[in-house]
């Protein structure tokens, strides 16, 4: 039972952290319709980023996202602008996917060339600290990393909820129509929105960097997580994205704990089966057919 | 005349718009009905719902006797009922003789068969050669002019001898000469047997072919009759000039 | 076609050209096989790879636990039966994958690339784990090697373009169109879209894993990395789309282009890395300059000088100049 808690704390907090890498992607869907095979991997180049910045200055990787936020945010604009922009229309969801899969690409071997491929992970002062609470041991990278995401979920609640760009993006994930009608300006929107996507991988990149070891190969795996929770949680919803992640969080640990930690890697895998069998649109996602 | 298609207090809501608010209307068999009503009204909300493109928050559709409410476009065409889209969706990558030909449908099997059969190529042709389209038969449908697409989509949804066609906007961007075209086809589709319902906003048009017509406004049906009791209902007047 | 895949003996005796035309001729007939789910149905996996590893693990597992190797071509005859099953497994995967979107449809192909990676780590008792697992020799003379496993993969690449061919010519071809053009529309004009996207994605991958099978028994060892390597699927999604997808020689095309160049990359700078770059960076630039691939771009010039000439003839001339050619 104790191992059984234990699990699901773990899992909680560790769940937080996929919620806000998760957030971004399902807000990236949300606003221009693409799902973008890139998160992983921008969220793996802040973490090696997070890691430079750690080992060559000293600055601490939950610092270090005041710095690689912005910095992503304005790559991820740029990047929009290069690559997703000029995608003739018609057949413009079906390349997105693509060419977000090649960005991914490149930017694992841009990273690869650049770090080599040996594992790396930020080793701060507090990396091994853990707190007693309860009886229960718990890692403070953990708490930190959870603490953070939460922080950070809250600021992109606040943004989207506060902001008129925020209220933009909302409205443009309702219904583009409607909202071009009301004046808003779509490929602002759209551009915008992917760097704010970009940007929470950036922020959960640092959190990575503390909690895993990670290489230019890591991407992988992490998309196909990032995937098992947007779908889960509903392809443009952010509290999907939210909650999901948590849940599949809590899952995966308990897997580990009570099955076998290399079986528990399944799990992501087996939710987003069982999603698509049970129920495609995910917890909060709309059915739609026709064109979007 | 029995009634074809029946629409029960339909409701759906986009968060907080409600965009088709307890809806009810039926279309008889054999008519050219009209579906009118101001932007906004949820007209074409109402036909992604009717045609399984959209599901419903509440209420039911019939059709023929089943209710359809709950199926998707593939088990709608096999019952008979078939869609336009404001769009004119055609696909773009099959030439016009193809894109006919593809919407005769047929089961997995049949698909095995000729790419275009002799069968398929005289079917083809009669509604070709109805549409004026004979001449173009070999271009994609990528490269037909707008009026063109508007007819080929029109033609396509007419390939598998449906009973009930939902034609959205049929006459929006199109010249007034292949609007009459347009008029006479519907027309003689209906002699023959087709029942339609048409989205329009364009009034001659509704006049000259429909009976009756069917007012929506903010998603509830505000009014049905025939056209020149329809068009002198202060409440029709109201909704359109009102907003 | 035919002629040259069996002329080629005889012009060429080195064996780092055996090599080459081995895998050219294999990716050939592997993005001729994704170009059917990927190309013609607008459902591009990004997991083919997957099958691919599954094939090769298959025949390992053959070879392992059956007498398969009683004379070097004995093990081919495994291909077809590895490839039946192959389908057979995208069956349901396939099913639950395109039940909704394209877009699902590649999230859960790149989780099935990762999950059959992560299975064949792990499940030792299987595969080797990463020690990877052996496949018999095959007791070919040294000196002509390569050639059978070269006349397999080129049995293999007229499978998969007589397979495609077959389905330009019925209405199966049509079908896969439509879907990939509106798929919505498709369903309501009563095109039964389930099963030929099912049937379109289980001969792909049918394909693919018989490729797989018998590069593991070319190879002789195979390690998880590289029989469930992302590098093929992003080789083979190239490929098709450098030549151009939904054609029929596209993706042999963009084969024949590739793959010398990526032999001529490994020979002067090696290392995986550098592919992954050169393969991102040469997708990024088709992508924004070349969307169509190289057969399309050039059909679509010649049809509309076609086009342009046949409206400077005057009336009374028949079209009869456009109907060939556009299909393909």
């Known amino acids: ?292 | 005349m029995s009634e074809l298609l029946r629409v029960t207090n339909l409701t759906k809501s986009f968060g907080e718009l409600t965009a088709v608010d307890n809806c009810s209307f039926s279309v008889e068999e054999g008519s050219i009905t009209a579906l009118i009503g101001p932007n906004g009204s949820g007209k074409t909300t109402v036909f992604n719902l009717i045609t399984g493109y959209l599901p419903s928050d509440s209420g039911t559709v019939e059709f023929a006797g089943s209710t359809i409410h709950k199926e998707g476009p593939g088990t709608l065409y096999r019952k008979g009922l078939t869609r336009t889209f404001q769009q004119a969706r055609v696909f773009a990558d099959l030439t016009v003789q193809e894109n006919l030909v593809v919407a005769r449908g047929g089961t997995l099997k049949s698909f095995f068969g000729r790419r275009i059969s002799a069968d398929d190529r005289m079917r083809a042709a009669e509604l070709l050669d109805e549409f004026k389209l004979s001449h173009v038969a070999d271009l994609y449908a990528s490269e037909l002019s707008w009026g063109q697409r508007k007819l080929l989509e029109f033609a396509s949804v007419l390939m598998s001898k449906p009973r009930l066609v939902l034609l959205d906007e049929p006459t929006a961007g199109v010249n007034p000469i292949l609007i009459e075209t347009m008029a006479t086809h519907i027309r003689s589709y209906n002699e023959a047997g087709v029942t339609f319902l048409i989205v329009e906003h364009d009034m001659s048009f509704v006049m000259r072919v429909c009976n009756p017509v069917i007012v929506l406004d903010r998603g509830k049906t505000i009014a049905t009759g025939n056209p020149e009791t329809v068009q002198s209902d202060p409440r029709v007047l109201d909704a359109y000039l009102g907003d | ?328």
Request: include cysteine; hydrophobic fraction near 55%; charge should be positive.
């Open chain 3, 1 to 328: 076609m035919i002629a040259v895949l069996i002329a080629m003996p005889e012009i060429f005796r080195a064996h780092w050209i055996w090599n080459l035309l081995f895998f050219t001729v294999l990716y050939a007939a592997m993005s001729s096989a994704w170009n059917l789910i990927g190309g013609y149905a607008g459902y591009p996996s990004l997991g083919h790879a997957a099958f691919f590893g599954i094939g090769a693990y298959a025949i390992a597992f053959m070879f392992k636990n059956t007498e398969l190797l009683t004379n070097g071509w004995a093990p081919f005859i495994s291909l077809p039966l590895i490839g039946l099953g192959c389908a057979l497994l995208a069956l349901p995967i396939g099913w639950l994958a395109m039940r909704t979107r394209a877009d699902v449809f590649a999230i859960v192909t790149i989780t099935l690339l990762f999950v059959a990676q992560t299975l064949g780590y792990n499940l030792k008792s299987l595969t080797g784990g990463a020690q990877g697992a052996g496949v018999s020799r095959a007791p070919f003379n040294l000196d002509i090697f390569e050639q059978p496993f070269y006349f397999v993969a080129a049995g293999l690449l007229l499978l998969a373009m007589g397979i495609t061919y077959f389905v330009i010519r019925t209405k199966l071809g049509m079908a896969l169109t439509a879907i990939r053009a509106d798929e919505d529309k498709a369903r309501g004009v009563g095109v039964p879209t389930i099963g030929v996207k099912l049937l379109a994605f289980s001969v792909s991958v049918a394909i693919t894993g018989m490729a797989g099978a018998a590069w593991a028994y070319y190879i002789g060892f195979i390690y998880p990395q590289f029989a469930f390597d992302p590098l093929i699927t992003i080789a083979i999604v190239l490929m098709t789309f450098l030549g151009g997808r939904a054609t029929l020689w596209g993706p042999v095309l963009g084969a024949a282009i590739l793959m010398p160049a990526q032999q001529l990359l490994a020979y002067y700078v090696g290392g995986s890395q550098i592919y992954l770059i050169a393969y991102a960076a040469i997708f990024l630039i088709i992508m924004l300059l070349l969307p169509r691939g190289i057969l399309p771009t050039l059909l679509s010039k010649r049809r509309l000088a076609a086009l342009a000439e046949q409206r400077n003839i005057a009336d009374g001339t028949t079209t009869s100049t456009i109907s060939q050619g556009a299909h393909s």
């Open chain 1, 1 to 292: 039972m104790h191992t059984l808690i234990q699990g699901v704390i773990l899992g909680v907090l560790t769940g937080g952290v996929y919620a806000l890498m998760a957030s971004g992607q399902t807000l990236i869907f949300g606003v221009m319709k693409v799902v973008n095979l890139a998160q992983g991997a921008f969220v793996i180049a802040s973490a090696y980023l997070a890691f430079s910045l750690f080992t060559n200055y000293g600055i601490d990787p939950l610092f270090a996202v005041l710095i690689t936020t912005p910095v992503m945010f304005g790559i991820g604009v740029l990047g929009h602008w290069i690559f997703l922009r000029p995608l003739r229309r018609e057949d413009a969801v079906e390349l997105s996917i693509l060419v977000t899969f090649a960005l991914a690409l490149l930017i694992e071997g841009i990273l690869s060339v650049t770090y080599h491929t040996t594992y790396r992970s930020i080793n701060t002062s507090y990396a091994n600290k853990a707190f007693d609470i309860g009886g229960f041991a718990i890692s403070a990278v953990r708490v930190y990393g959870f603490v953070v995401s939460c922080v950070l979920l809250l600021l992109l609640y606040i943004v989207l909820q506060k902001t008129r760009f925020g209220r933009a993006i909302r409205a443009t994930v309702q219904n583009p129509q409607s909202a071009t009608l009301l004046g808003v300006d779509s490929n602002r929107v759209k551009a915008y929105g992917f760097g704010l996507g970009i940007a929470t991988a950036a922020a959960s990149g640092s959190i990575f960097g503390l909690l895993f070891p990670f290489n230019s190969g890591s991407h992988y795996d992490l998309i196909s997580r990032l995937l098992s929770v947007v779908v889960l949680g509903g392809l443009g919803s952010i509290g999907g994205a939210v909650l999901a992640g948590v849940i599949i969080g809590v899952v995966s640990s308990v897997a580990a704990v009570t099955w076998s930690p290399t079986w528990s890697e399944m799990t992501f895998f087996i939710v987003l089966l069982l999603v698509l069998l049970v129920r495609p649109q995910g917890m909060f996602g709309r059915v739609e057919r026709g064109n979007l």
